[in-house]
């Protein structure tokens, strides 16, 4: 058992607190696992609670769920691993459709359980996915969002009319999400533009996927042109600019949900038949499928991620906040 660990607690809005003797939370349930915490990303979703704009996490969470740890107690000790942080009931309609991300019951590390920003974390041993132990340990902290973009890909083909090969594709937003989405699509063979307004990101999408990303701010975008439109911003400018600029019969596919409300054209969503599909998380099934497609390289060599020591959390938080962040995922070590 471990009494002590380092953690990083969100502490108020816009303050996260680094404790190097946190007292540790400890195996609770049967069938829990504790993980030794190896990397640990920073998600949007973790910025949004950050500026105090997520309800469902409060001051005093730690917060965390895109991780790769090691099973120090449990069985399969030694395992290297990553976990859907999606607990689920496995009972419910959804959960046997495999559509659990639906799950009715659900709970969520980082959430309602306590995160990953931390040295150990307990996590119900149905959550686990194992790793390959010669896995770069950031690699398989990335299998949650590469979930999130495999099951947004998944329905942008279930939802088009062409092979996504053919599919003109239009990817807006170049944070960890827009990036991951774009260098899948390009495993694909796909033809698209990446929308980005931040400037400092345009060299990593330009390197990495082969494409020159176009600001949105000072660069025109085209109307009626995209087979399929992949939305990971979901602010109301990015929902109005989906829609006009998807051609008739097209999907758009909305992931971000930056603001909770939008104004959208539902007069040409109707006379032009453009499917509108929102897009939550990932099933179980999406989530072994990214570990397997990380691991295959199908999203690149992963050289733009970001390490800093999880003591530095609150400053990471702070340039991401600011925008001088430039890359688009920072993972944090803990200190062994
Ligand atoms: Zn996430
Ligand atoms: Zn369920």
């Not at 996915?129 to 969002?145: D, G, I, K, Q």
């Not at 038949?273 to 998380?281: D, F, M």
Request: proline share 3%.
């Amino acid at each position: 058992m471990i009494d002590k660990m380092e953690a990083v607690v969100y502490t108020a809005p816009n303050e996260m607190t680094f404790f190097r003797e946190y007292q540790s939370t400890q195996i609770d349930r049967d069938d829990d696992v504790l993980l030794r915490i190896e990397s640990v990303g920073i998600c949007g979703s973790d910025m949004h609670a950050f500026h105090g704009k997520d309800p469902r996490r409060n001051p005093g969470l730690i917060l965390g769920h895109e991780f790769c740890g090691e099973i120090v107690e449990g069985s399969n000790k030694g395992q290297k691993v990553t976990g859907n942080p999606l607990i689920t009931c496995g009972k419910c309609e959804y959960c046997l459709q495999g559509r659990d991300n639906l799950c009715s019951d659900r709970d969520m590390i980082g959430m309602s359980r306590l995160g990953a920003f931390a040295q150990y974390m307990t996590i119900p041993n149905q959550c686990l996915v194992h790793a390959t132990n010669s896995m770069n340990s950031n690699h398989v902290a990335m299998t949650e969002p590469a979930a999130t973009v495999v099951h947004a890909v998944n329905l942008a083909i279930e939802n088009s009319f062409k092979p996504i090969k053919d599919c003109n594709v239009l990817v807006i937003g170049a944070g960890a999400i827009g990036l991951l989405a774009a260098l899948l699509l390009k495993s694909y063979s796909v033809k698209m533009t990446v929308l980005e307004t931040n400037k400092a990101r345009h060299q990593c999408v330009k390197e990495h996927v082969g494409v020159n990303p176009v600001n949105p701010i000072n660069q025109s975008v085209s109307e009626d042109s995209y087979d399929v439109v992949i939305d990971c911003v979901g602010s109301e400018k990015t929902n109005a600019l989906s829609i006009t600029s998807v051609r008739a019969g097209g999907a758009v596919v909305n992931v971000g949900l930056l603001s909770w409300s939008s104004n959208i054209d539902i007069r040409k969503i109707t006379l032009q038949e453009i499917k509108l599909i929102g897009c939550y998380t990932y099933s179980m099934e999406d989530f072994r499928s990214a570990l397997r497609s990380i691991e295959n390289g199908d999203f690149g060599d992963l050289s733009w991620i970001e390490e800093m020591p999880l003591s530095e959390t609150n400053l990471a938080f702070q340039s991401l906040h600011n925008g001088t962040m430039a890359s688009a995922k920072v993972i944090l070590k803990p200190s062994f």
